[in-house]
C-alpha cells in the first residue's frame, strides 16, 4: 500500500510512501527537456518541461512512480488493485498508456485546471511496457499549490475527482474514500466533551482524547483517514526545514513497520522510501526504510537543457551521526 500527500507553508510539497515487499531498483531520475518521449499511441514530445521524481529506468526510459515538473506540477501513481482496468485504443481520443501518463501531463502542463482539461479526451490504453513491466493496476494524485485531483481509470471509463484533502491512499475508489470521512467527523485536536449522557461523569485523563477512533492500522481506507487527520491538523513553520519535516511527520504516520503486514510467508510490506519534493524549488528530499538520514537532490543542479537522463541511486545505509 501507498500514501501521497501534498503540504502548502511557504512552498508548497508533493510526496508519498512506497510500501512493497521488493524494489525494483528506483532512482531519483531527473529528465531534462530535451530528452525525447515516444508514446505508444500518441504524437511524441521532442521537447518539454523538465522533470524530477522516483523512477525506474528501462531501456532509457524512465518509468516514473512519482514526479514533479519544473512548472510545480506533481503527479503519484499508487496502488489501485481489482478496480483500475485500462481500456482498448479509443480513436478521437488521446491514448496514454498508464506507464506513459506521468510524462505526458507533466511534461506539458503547469496547473491542475490544465490537466483536467486534457483529461477531458484521454483514454488510459491497456498497452503494457513489455513483459518485464506489465500494466499496473493504479490511480493517481496529481497536484498544484492551489488545488488537487485524483484519476481513476476503471471499467466505465475515466474517473476524475477534486481531492480536497490532498490525500491518496489504495482502495476503496475514491469517492468511498471521501464518504468514509463522514464516520470521522467527530474527531478532534481538542479534549473531548462529552454528549455521552448527563448521568455519567467523565474523565479526560489524557491528552489526544478526542482522537480516540482515529484508525491506526495499516489497511488502505485506514491509512487514508490517518493521513487526513494528521495533515490537515498539521502545523508547522514555513521555513524549508520546518516543513520538510513536518511533511515527513504526516508521512510517518502511516509509514509501514516490517512485521506488521505479511503479503506471503515471511514477506512483509514496508515503506521503501518515503519522498518529499519542494514544487517550488525542485529539491527532491527521500528517506528510505533503513537510512533516516534525508538526502535531497536539487533538479535545478543539472543540465535541464540536456537529452539524457540524470539518476541518482537511492542510499539505503544508514547513515549514524556519532556526538562522541
Ligand atoms: C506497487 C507500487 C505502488 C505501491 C503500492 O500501492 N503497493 C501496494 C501493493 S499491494 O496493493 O498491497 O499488493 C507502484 C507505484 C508505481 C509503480 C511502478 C510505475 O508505475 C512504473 C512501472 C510501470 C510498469 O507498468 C510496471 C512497473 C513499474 C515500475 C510500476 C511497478 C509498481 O506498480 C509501482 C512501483
Redesign the pocket.
Known sequence: ??TGANYTTRDHYFGRN????FS?N?TVTVTPRNFPFAFRRSESLVTHHAMIGM??I?DGYP????ATNEQGLSM????F?GNAVYHPEAPGRTNIT??EF?PWILGQFETVGEVKSALETMNLVDI??NET??????HWIISDRTESITVESVAEGLRVYDNPVGVLT?NPPFDMQMFNLNNFMHLSKHPPETHFSDELEFDVYSRGMGAIGLPGDLSSASRFVKAAFTKLNSVSGETESESISQFFQILGSVAQQRGC?E?SPDEF?ITIYSSCCNTDTGVYYYTTYENSRITAVDMHREDLDGRALIDYPLIHEQQILRQN
Request: charged letters at 15%; hydrophobic letters at 45%.
Open positions: 500500500m501507498c512506497l510500501d512493497l515487499e525494483y528506483e523512477a525506474t528501462a518509468l516514473y512512480y512519482d503519484a501513481g499508487l496502488n488493485p498508464p506507464f506521468i503494457s511496457f513491466f506489465p500494466l499496473s493496476p493504479l489504495n503486514v503479503v510490506e
